[in-house]
């Protein structure tokens, strides 16, 4: 039998113990041994819950314990987390954890201690929820130079966007809607601020790289500016909005962003809708890839963290995560960035025309029916600095996004 402690027991915490009771047989045959809870570590008491008789308040105990073979961290936040998630490594126990904050700001430590100690620092649910794709970049796709990894990595935001596409309504409706559902906290800037999504591909840059990447690093923008006018423009020139998170190589640096943008219907992530996630690879010898599925919850989420723990299981004696070195990853100025633009401007298309094209050079015009005193205009590629200076020029710019592909 593999005892193991859950540190935390809220949402995902309570899934993990719940996919280990209720696929516990089928768990045993793949790890080989029956895997047990011994410990719950919580502040809080839950009378009633059959749960409560492991519930302990005291990481001593877990800590102190030689049986806890495995530890699972579903507490969230940088403190104390890391802190339990050190000791525990140090102390000879596997860890496995879903926690971004965590796994960006010290993974290159805490990988470094379990590679040490020959045992399984993992947290596959951190990046893409219930979805894989931690374990086949470490495996499946280690012949590669992956030269662009990224996607849909944030459910709260793509089910808002969404619902802004297809029903027309207003960031706030849909943001009051998404909180009133459980997608969205209370609070929900870390989502749709971008934060979260830039936590992760923090992760995933680091990974292929092999060298750490900061997210306060990463030029990050969220959904706040984006309107049902953006949306109206979208579908004018059939296409959708994303925000999307990206890491591509360009020559010896990596252009690393989270930001909203534009894409057509050719594109893979153009039709990944409401709370789903997914994550885009691109090898210089597969070509392109997608893993696609349930971003987050309580479940999928869970059944990820549960899938690290049975790789923990199987294999005691050696890390099974690649690591990355403390050299930072060296980021492509982002004034270098070249890209098309899409342009919404207030005042009359042909009045205006002149001044826009003498900034921008040739532009392409689109107006949509209903919205009076504003247009919109597409730009010719250009780096991300130019723009800046053409915006500067021209008064009257009401938003801007970015266009993929």
């Known amino acids: 039998m593999i005892n193991v402690a859950v540190m935390g027991y809220g949402t995902v915490g309570s899934g993990v113990v719940e996919v280990l009771e209720r696929n ?5 045959k793949r790890a080989g041994e029956e895997i047990c809870v011994k410990y719950v570590l919580d502040l809080r008491d839950f009378l009633g819950n059959p749960i409560q008789e492991k519930v302990v308040h005291d990481f001593e105990v877990v800590v102190g314990d030689p049986e806890v073979a495995i530890v699972v961290e579903t507490m969230g936040g940088i403190e104390p987390a890391y802190t339990f998630v050190k000791r525990s490594l140090l102390a000879g126990k596997s ?16 990988l470094a201690i379990a590679r040490e100690k020959n045992i399984n620092f993992l947290f596959e649910a951190s990046v893409g929820g219930g979805i894989p794709i931690l374990r086949p970049l470490q495996t499946s796709l280690t012949a590669d130079v992956i030269e662009e990894i990224g996607g849909i990595l944030n459910g709260t935001t793509n089910y808002m966007l969404t619902k802004m596409y297809n029903e027309g309504v207003d960031y706030d409706t849909v943001l009051k809607e998404a909180q009133d559902k459980g997608y969205a906290e209370r609070n929900p800037e870390a989502d749709v601020e971008g934060y979260d999504t830039g936590r992760k591909i923090a992760i995933l840059c680091s990974l292929v790289t092999g060298k750490k990447t900061d997210f306060e690093d990463i030029y990050t923008e969220g959904i706040t500016k984006v309107g049902k006018e953006d949306m109206a423009y979208a579908k004018e020139l059939g296409m959708n909005i994303k925000l999307i998170a990206t890491a591509k190589r360009h020559g010896d640096k990596m252009c690393v962003m989270v930001a909203p943008v534009l894409m057509g219907s050719g594109h893979p992530l153009y039709a990944v809708n409401d709370v789903f996630n ?17 971003g987050a919850g309580k479940l999928p989420t869970a059944s990820a963290v ?22 930072k990853v060296e980021l492509q100025p982002l004034d ?21 094209e003498a900034a921008f050079g040739p532009v392409t015009l689109v107006e949509v029916e209903g919205l009076g005193g504003e247009f919109g205009f597409l730009t ?5 600095g130019a723009y800046a200076k053409c915006e500067a020029e021209v008064p009257g710019i009401l938003h801007r996004l970015r266009i993929e592909g």
Not at 308 to 326: F, H, I, Q
Not at 339 to 356: T, W, Y
Request: one cysteine or more.
């Open 24 to 28: 516990r047989e089928a768990i045993a």
């Open 95 to 110: 860890v496995a954890t879903s926690n971004k904050a965590l796994v960006e700001k010290h993974g290159t430590e805490l």
């Open 278 to 294: 997914a994550v885009f690879v691109r090898g210089n010898m597969l070509g392109e890839a997608m893993f696609y599925g349930s």
């Open 306 to 327: 549960v899938a690290d723990v049975v790789e923990a299981a199987k294999n005691p004696s050696s890390s099974m995560m690649g690591t990355w070195t403390d050299e």
């Open 336 to 356: 270098e960035v070249c890209r098309r633009f899409f342009v919404r401007m207030s005042g009359d298309a042909r009045e205006r025309r002149a001044a826009v």
């Open 380 to 384: 010719e590629e250009m780096a991300e």
